[in-house]
């Protein structure tokens, strides 16, 4: 059984940056397509970013060029940059293995004031 860990959400200024990161217990982990997910307010969970084990990467086109994911697998870690915050970017934030999510974990709030 996987289990996620997300921190590093707060409250930040239109055009500030964050840095997200993930605990994942257990070593399927390292074999598994990893990426961040957000839900907005009123809004479904969205997948936004996503890397291979490989470090192939693929964003969504609101964050393309803004967001920057990585993952460590020394220690189970998966981060998300995020740069030019925009209020829209507000939402809970997860990480989680696409195609097929696990249980999610608990996420962390990133909440963009402009």
């Known amino acids: 059984q996987v289990q996620l860990v997300e921190s590093g959400g707060g409250l930040v200024q239109a055009g500030g940056s964050l840095r997200l990161s993930c605990a994942a217990s257990?070593?399927?982990?390292?074999?598994?397509?990893m990426g961040w997910y957000r839900r907005a307010p009123g809004k479904e969970r969205e997948l936004v970013a996503s890397i291979t084990t490989s470090l192939s990467t693929n964003y969504a086109d609101s964050v393309k060029g803004r967001f920057i994911i990585a993952r460590d697998d020394t220690k189970n870690m998966v981060y998300l940059r995020m740069n030019s915050l925009k209020p829209e970017d507000t939402a809970v934030y997860y990480c989680?293995?696409?195609?097929?999510?696990?249980?999610w974990g608990q996420g962390t709030q990133v909440t963009v004031s402009s």
């Open positions: 989680n293995s696409p195609p097929s999510p696990r249980a």
């Open positions: 257990g070593s399927i982990f390292r074999i598994q397509t």
